[in-house]
């Protein structure tokens, strides 16, 4: 057999990527040991929560031949997910509806992303008999936007999340690990990482900007590159089971699955591209629909509607717990306080917490003191700046 050509090969890989319904595609080493400390910084802060698997899997994350014995490459891929009326200021306007993260509203990214990667896979084999690989989506500890980093498909911004200058930040990633030395993606963004890690400095187009850090409900990014999760809206009406800390549920909002905030102010995202998929698009009205609605879901209902969608794997209680807080932030009404009253009784011990609390916010805003007024003004500021912001900047989504 002639020996492969692995320059033909990645180019090969490009165009297999682009016809499976890939944005991007990059490769990349796995040297990822210029990162370690800053996980080992990251877990040390407990800025995981309760998500014990962040620790138990160690430096395993920043090493991807511990986790894939053979790997020697890392293929990066994009997949971008903004729908095509994301309504988000409208809905963040009205606290009567639930703002449910724009990721969420279709079928859930995972099978979907996975399933392709395999297909690529299977044309690498093709061309590549001795050839072995595993495709991850968020399914094991992965560094993904390091890699991806390294791979050229953008840069980590100081939310945490990776941007490119031509697409923003409304994209999933994934990956396929790899076993042959293809040719490493060089482009400005994977020479930038490069620099970073020789000079020890961060230098990007995030520049002096720091919108995504000021605009956070929760000031969960507290500091340029890191977020704690445990003040962040994503981590604690998604990823945590737990009670949400009783300081933070004011500050939620509408919110009931994730937030979009620190996307939404970031100017990259002027350049964001509409996803080409259908898969994205909204479902069962979730884009546009009343928290009272959704608090009326029998769980029956809940898992029957929402079948392939990321929600529901939160479980049931988790999605009351959210939807409690927000009618407790929402405007006070005979109708919400009367909803929360009778879904009590059969509520488990956490929801009925959280309902317990969203009385005492209707209670206290039928009797609105001007110090209770104040302070919703003030826990509702920063919203109605980034709804301003966006009505402004980006129309077409707003």
Wanted: aromatic share 8%.
């Amino acid at each position: 057999m002639s020996p492969i050509n692995y320059q033909e090969l990645a180019e090969k890989i490009k165009c297999w990527s682009k016809e499976l319904g890939f944005s991007d595609l990059g490769i990349s080493n796995i040297d990822l040991s210029a990162h370690e400390s800053m996980l080992e910084r990251w877990l040390a802060n407990g800025y995981h929560g309760n998500m014990d698997y962040m620790a138990r899997h160690g430096l395993m994350r920043a090493r991807p031949a511990e986790l894939v014995p053979g790997t020697i490459r890392v293929i990066s891929v994009r997949l971008d997910y903004l729908p095509h009326n994301a309504k988000f200021a409208s809905i963040l306007k009205d606290k009567n509806k639930a703002y449910i993260s724009r990721y969420a509203l279709g079928r859930d990214y995972h099978k979907l992303m996975r399933k392709r990667l395999q297909q690529l896979g299977k044309k690498i084999v093709e061309h590549c008999s001795d050839f072995n690989c595993r495709p991850f989506v968020d399914s094991a500890p992965v560094m993904e936007r390091p890699l991806a980093e390294k791979a050229g498909l953008g840069w980590a911004g100081k939310h945490t999340l990776l941007i490119n200058k031509e697409a923003g930040s409304w994209f999933f990633l994934g990956e396929l690990f790899v076993d042959i030395p293809l040719p490493i993606s060089r482009n400005e963004y994977s020479e930038s990482a490069i620099k970073a890690i020789e000079t020890q400095t961060k230098t990007n187009d995030c520049g002096t900007c720091v919108a995504c850090i000021k605009i956070c409900p929760t000031k969960a990014i507290v500091e340029p590159y890191t977020v704690d999760a445990r003040r962040c809206i994503s981590y604690f009406t998604i990823e945590s089971p737990d009670a949400i800390p009783i300081e933070l549920r004011p500050l939620m909002g509408n919110r009931i699955y994730g937030c979009d905030d620190c996307q939404l102010i970031c100017p990259w995202n002027k350049y964001a591209k509409l996803s080409l998929a259908d898969d994205f698009q909204a479902r069962n009205n979730l884009d546009d629909i009343s928290l009272l609605e959704l608090f009326a879901w029998s769980e029956e209902y809940f898992l029957n509607t929402l079948q392939g969608s990321p929600i529901r794997r939160i479980g049931f209680q988790s999605w009351l717990r959210n939807i409690a807080v927000a009618l407790g932030n929402a405007p006070y009404s005979d109708v919400i306080v009367t909803a929360l009253t009778e879904k009590r009784p059969d509520a488990s011990d956490l929801v009925v917490e959280h309902i317990n609390w969203a009385l005492v916010q209707q209670s206290d805003k039928k009797m609105l003191s001007e110090k209770v007024a104040a302070e919703q003004a003030k826990n509702h500021r920063l919203t109605l700046r980034l709804i301003r912001s966006v009505e402004k900047g980006l129309p077409r989504d707003a």
